[in-house]
């Protein structure tokens, strides 16, 4: 490899105990320094959430060093040349990894990885998967750059180091990660990097649906998710992870209220770039992405008039055997089912005349704190009604950090005369939805204003109005 460019960064700042480590291993007569994403976070003037150290002491000599200053030392990937220390002062965790060179003993299995160590920076950071994250810092900020990556940077590149093709076989998820670093960042993919993704789509294949969910989610959580979504498309790899995009793609909207013809995976692009510059939550996207993923299969055409009837409903258990697909955990299941269920209810409610505040005190009172992602969805997927949605969000959070429902179940049922069963729950609802409504403190308020205004009266109220 070619003689390194070196670069003086000012005004990067590396924490003290970072530097401590990278001082200890100097002094010991190692190499140290900074390496991956730390680095190129630093450059951006981003926050690192991690630091990594790479060195040329083998991974006995770190622990044996860093044990001795009574540092605590987990040798978690030792077998991987990694060591982990936390110093003993501020509690901070930081990797060291020795210098290594990586052979797969089979194609596309990132297990199947043969760890041997190297000798040299430039050695490790040739096995590294995209130029940005292959850039060096030694402890006085001083950059060292052997694979073009500052320029990349400066430029908002996403590329590969070295042969692209051969990058993606050592590790499929790489195609993915590339979609979500350019999410992230707001980058541009690399023309030969891209074409090499398009080329190998179908070796996703070989990466563990759990993998594939994680960097989902991961972009998700970015400003820039549905770029994510349109490159996961443009570049087929959609096909593989989530193919209903293809019939989103080809199913039109009619001419409406908010639709003027475009397909189904525009509009979802549209609510999701509205999303991403709402900065909302990664649970919203993720039920933004797939809100109207049964639209395909309930798209009906009566009297020239295009119709998706039940489609929130359907979307719900479509959205489910999506997110099982990729691995995600139960409770973000519901909660992304839930606001796909309830995505069309704040729309009916403001063409029905309700206000913001009744809008957030009904929503509040049936779906709790999901009620804001319900709202945040419905407000960019029909932003002619923004500012009611806008302003129900803000009722709906003061609501929220309100007390809990001053009439239980079983009051609702003492009170009532109501069986156990959903009677019980409507009626608790509708109780708590007056409370919120008007910032009612007491039960005895409560339940005489549900009596005055939706006629739900407790039974001894109700047979005395019947023998008067």
């Known amino acids: 490899m070619s003689k390194p460019t070196v670069v003086k960064l000012r005004n990067v700042r590396i924490p003290f105990d970072v530097r401590e480590a990278m001082d200890i291993l100097r ?14 976070d630093l450059i951006l003037g981003i926050e690192p959430n ?10 006995e000599e770190v622990l044996t060093i860093f044990e001795r200053l009574g540092w605590i030392v987990v040798p978690k990937g030792i077998e991987y040349g990694v060591v982990s220390v936390v110093n003993p002062v501020t509690r901070r965790e930081i990797e060291i990894a020795t210098y290594r060179k990586e052979f797969y003993a089979q194609e596309f299995n990132r297990r199947s990885a043969v760890v041997e160590f190297a000798n040299s920076l430039a050695e490790d950071v040739a096995r590294r998967d995209f130029t940005i994250n292959a850039l060096a810092m ?3 900020g001083d950059v060292i750059d052997y694979v073009g990556g500052l320029e990349d940077l400066k430029k908002g590149i996403i590329r590969f180091v070295g042969n692209p093709d051969e990058r993606i076989r050592e590790d499929p998820l790489r195609m993915l990660r590339a979609l979500r670093f350019a999410a992230k960042l707001g980058f541009r993919i690399d023309p030969k990097t891209l074409e090499a993704i398009k080329r190998n789509t179908e070796l996703i294949k070989y990466v563990s649906w759990e993998r594939i969910g994680d960097e989902i989610v991961k972009a998700a959580k970015t400003n820039h998710f549905a770029l994510f979504v349109k490159l996961l498309y443009e570049t087929g790899l959609y096909k593989y992870i989530l193919p209903e995009l293809g019939e989103m793609a080809r199913t039109r909207h009619g001419f409406g209220e908010h639709h003027r013809g475009e397909t189904v995976l525009e509009h979802t692009l549209e609510v999701l770039e509205r999303l991403d510059k709402m900065h909302a939550d990664y649970v919203t996207k ?3 992405l797939l809100h109207d993923v049964a639209k395909p299969i309930t798209r009906r055409e009566m009297g020239g008039k295009v119709t998706f009837y039940g489609h929130e409903v359907a979307g719900a258990k479509l959205a489910e055997k999506i997110l099982r697909r990729w691995r995600r955990p139960s409770k973000l299941i519901e ?14 409610m403001a063409k029905q005349g309700l206000d913001a505040r009744k809008i957030a005190a009904k929503l509040v009172a049936k779906h709790g704190k999901l009620a804001i992602n319900i709202l945040e969805l ?11 949605f806008s302003e129900a969000i803000r009722y709906a959070k003061e609501m929220l950090s309100k007390p809990k429902p001053l ?31 008007y910032g009612l403190k007491s039960k005895k308020e409560v339940i005489e204003r549900a009596c005055k205004e939706l006629g739900i009266c407790p039974k001894t109220e109700i047979e005395n109005k019947n023998k008067s």
């Open 286 to 288: 993720l039920a933004a």
């Open 138 to 140: 030694d402890e006085n």
């Open 407 to 437: 009439v239980s179940g079983y009051e609702v049922m003492k009170l009532y005369g109501v069986k156990p069963g959903p009677e019980v729950g409507k009626i608790k609802n509708a109780l708590y939805e007056i409370q919120l409504r």
């Open 50 to 59: 991690d630091y990594d150290v790479v060195t040329n002491a083998r991974p």
């Open 27 to 40: 002094r010991h007569g190692y190499e140290a320094y900074l390496v991956g994403g730390c680095v190129r």
């Open 378 to 388: 419905a407000m960019a997927d029909a932003p002619e009604y923004a500012k009611l």
């Open 335 to 348: 909660e992304v089912k839930e606001i796909i269920r309830a995505h069309m209810e704040p729309l009916t």
